[in-house]
């Protein structure tokens, strides 16, 4: 991953040498032993083996958390070998941290699962620098001259702070275009959409909050035959419903701020990637290893690095990760039953219910992973995840009613967590955007976006029936 030749002394190379072999071993333990674990098995100890903990951390059974800006090195052939990047070393935690090591690395085996060819991870202080920092190694590079057009291709269904990325920051200050696409099960939409020009497609799926979705293989092989590549922000789904790769997509970028750490201690993001990307960039680190390539050149000059305490926690939430899934799944779907039943409310939208119109295609994508080794499946299983949104009958003034008479159900621009979570996306996620914005993403002012938690589904339901039934008697 070296932007620059340097001269190898002998003393490097003994380093060099030392380090590939240490290289080697961890692919064989990749290969031989992690790859061959169950998901589970995977989100609970990721790259962290035994071997590790009692030569490199005296033993500890969780993983390190390094609050340290850098590493000492034994002396100058170490550091001229390590600083330019020619063996594995962390040097300065803006550029690499063993903490957001471990975190990288099970979400390169999460995402990659099931997946035959090799991903790796980026770790980045948020979900937006993910998206950031996926987006601009394909827009910023200019083949011929800073003058020459770009676009690129998203889904207008998507998250506001995306919105806002691609149409204000990339669109209105660079003067990069963002060619919305409607309706994203249009193929021929996105086919259209497609010149010279343009350098990614991306999409969000499920969308936050209108539940969006589309083909995902299909979307990437028509990508792949324009030689262009597939960008998914599947934060929504998580790995352990959705994994993009395994589907075509590209690079999946993750807001780990929501239910990937579900206990919602803070905010942290990550950018996972297959290795040999489709690209028509001309930059040969950039097609063979994206993720490392973006964490070691521009990530290392623009610094959205990840705090390593922040690693350490969101890692700690992940490793129940598919059993939180199930379970928050199966409450919201009770959950949005009973919502679609209620005399004041005009519909309800979420993927697993029968009657949504991208039920179909979305059963086709969403499955709990490993449901067919479950004592208690043993075949497999859809699950829609814990996001849903329902519209109150009566408008805006009512729809607050309701919202500002939820007791155990927080009212918080926030989702992904342990405990239920609502909010109006009108008046806050998707208040910037304006009107026109919301339009064109589809957001009624009387939305109500709700994220069912690990509560009793029944305390939940109790509390919508008193907030709803409260808002009529007003
Ligand atoms: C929250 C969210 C983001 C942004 O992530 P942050 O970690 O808040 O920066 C991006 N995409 C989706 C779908 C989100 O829900």
Redesign the pocket.
Known sequence: MADRDVEITPGMQRYIDRNDEYLARRAGYIRDVVKKWRFDTIAVHGLYSVQDAIEDYQGSIIEPIFMSTSQAFRDSDEMAAALAYLIPSWTYSRIANPSTYYYEWALALLEGYGFDGETSCCSTS??????MTAVQPFLLHTRHDVHEPRNFLATAQ??G??FQQFSVRLQQERDIECRWIQDPTDLDEWARKIDRHTRFLYG?LP??PQQGFFDVQAVADLAHTHGLPLIV?S??ATPALLRPIRHGADIV?Q????TLSSSGFG???AVIARKGLVTNVPIDALREDFALYIKYLPNRDYGPNLHPLQAIMTLNDMRTLRSKMDLMSRSTMKVSEWLERHPMVERVEYLGLPDHPLHGLASRYLWLVDAEHDDLYGKPVNRYGHLMSFCVKGGAGTTRKVFDGLERIWRATD??RIKSVATIPAISTHQQQGEAGRKLAGIPPNLIRLCVGAEHPDDIIADLDRALLGAQKK
Do not use: F, Q
């Open positions: 948020s979900g937006m620098a993910a998206i998507c998250y702070g995306t969000e969308s936050n922000d934060t929504i970028v807001s780990a701020s929501k905010i942290c993001g989702l992904g």
